[in-house]
């Protein structure tokens, strides 16, 4: 007997290859997958040969909660993620207050297990004199670092912080790798005058490739100084790419999200203020050199950077507008109309989205069909293009910067420890995810 059998499923394996099959699911684990299974189940989901995934990972979320629940909060950003086949979010510290220490960790934790559809992790945010916690807060996938300001207070941007940091503790170091003297320099000449609107395509000038370019290279010497774990989040540039393609130490790992690989500085001239984002997004070529990234290896796995603000706080004059835009719900079926365009295969996305997170995070039993694995499952159409329109989007938000585009390989059905959390376009309430646990001392 299962609690849930998914039938008739085209069930993807690790390497990319699909098989027609069963998958029963006990007790929140996946228990078998076979060609047809004979038990009975309390419930079952008839997959009608559709494509089954493992849950996405999606390892770099903004929810809001505490501080902006207008924007979104723990739970509505969760039920965005389970609509887009993510089953699992990690979030980070920049809310109001800040994740700085144990006491705001658990207050998320809590908050999250009483709201949380799908499952969650959380970093821990750096200050200048939270050296303490940073290594002590549990359960933490990791630490971050803003080393350049971006929505929220968190900024550690001076040497001898940066060096503390580095130099204390095992535990996974994820940057926003921005330089904020540069930003502020830049800030000053370009943005010198008050009486100016100016076109928010600026804003790729303001924070050039240069700016992210020399907070990476810090980064990277700092790791290499104290052989610490480093992860660089939203790579935005080609050299970038090229920096460590040259040298990327067995400890250094780094993302990308779909906003640096769909989109470019010629979405400003029809989305203008929708798509100002931090790092920025960059000149249409500058997306080949991240495909590439992604292809060779150099670049580990997606994330989505998910930073929702409402269209009326964006929509205000530049440089007053807010950084990002929402993305968890669309990162999956972006990244499945890329497959179809012949862009990367199911394996990559695979090992890009789903086992590559669970890997360089150190989360046991996800981002795999596998029996003994967790039954965290995402259904989706391969059939149809689905025409996206802001009014789609779950994410309080309720925009997106991909309005306007047939997307191929919405979710039809998403599964959260074994239970169906979403199908037939709703939302299944009373069910939550569980909390991620993490070895972040590990390597890839
Ligand atoms: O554009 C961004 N917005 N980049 C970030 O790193 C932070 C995010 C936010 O929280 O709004």
Aim: hydrophobic share 35%; charged share 20%.
């Amino acid at each position: 007997m299962y609690d849930l059998i998914v039938r008739n499923a085209s069930i993807a394996c690790n390497d990319g290859s699909t098989m027609a099959g069963d998958v029963g699911c006990r007790d929140g684990r996946i228990q078998e997958i076979s060609a047809s299974i004979n038990s009975q189940s309390s419930e079952s989901v008839d997959g009608n040969g559709h494509l089954l995934l493992p849950g996405v990972i999606d390892p770099q979320v903004h929810f809001r909660e505490p501080g902006a629940t207008h924007k979104e909060d723990l739970g509505s950003g969760a039920r965005a993620a389970v609509r887009g086949g993510v089953t699992s979010f990690l979030e980070m510290p920049n809310c109001n207050p800040p994740t700085i220490d144990q006491t705001q960790m658990d207050w998320k934790l809590k908050r999250a297990s009483e709201t949380c559809v799908a499952n969650f992790g959380f970093f821990v945010g750096a200050t200048k004199s939270n050296l303490e916690s940073l290594n002590n807060v549990h359960p933490a996938c990791g630490i971050k670092i803003f080393m350049g300001s971006s929505t929220g207070s968190l900024l550690v941007d001076d040497d001898t912080s940066l060096d503390k940091i580095f130099s204390h503790g095992q535990r996974l170091i994820a940057v926003h790798a921005e330089d904020e003297y540069r930003i502020k320099q830049r800030t000053s000449t370009l943005l010198s005058d008050n009486n100016t609107t100016y076109d928010y395509s600026i804003h790729s000038q303001v924070r050039d490739s240069e700016t992210a370019c020399i907070a990476t290279r810090r980064a990277l010497e700092l790791s290499e100084r104290y052989g610490r774990r480093l992860h660089i989040l939203h790579l935005s540039t080609g050299e970038e790419v090229e920096l460590l393609r040259q040298n990327k130490p067995s400890q250094v790992t780094c993302e990308v999200i779909p906003n640096h690989l769909f989109l470019s500085t010629e979405d400003y001239k029809t989305q203008g203020a929708r798509v100002v984002m931090n790092p920025p997004i960059r000149e249409p070529a500058n997306a080949d050199q991240l495909w590439q990234g992604l292809h060779d290896g150099v670049i580990d796995i997606i994330a989505t950077d998910h930073a929702p603000h409402t269209l009326a706080e964006k929509s205000v004059n530049y440089p007053a507008t807010p950084s990002g835009m929402p993305g968890v719900e669309t990162s999956l079926p972006l990244m499945l109309t890329a497959m179809t365009e012949g862009r990367c295969t199911l394996a990559d996305i695979l090992n890009w989205m789903c086992r590559g997170p669970a890997q360089l995070y150190g989360i046991p039993n996800k981002g795999q069909i596998a029996e003994g694995f967790d039954a965290d499952l995402t259904l989706v159409d391969m059939q149809t293009a689905q025409l996206l329109q802001d009014e789609d989007v779950v994410s309080r938000a309720g925009w997106s910067a991909y309005r306007g585009r047939r997307l191929t390989g919405w979710p039809l059905v998403t599964v959260v420890g074994g239970r169906v959390v979403y199908a037939d376009g709703a939302i299944r309430p009373g069910i939550f995810g569980q909390p991620l646990t993490f070895d972040s001392t590990q390597t890839l």
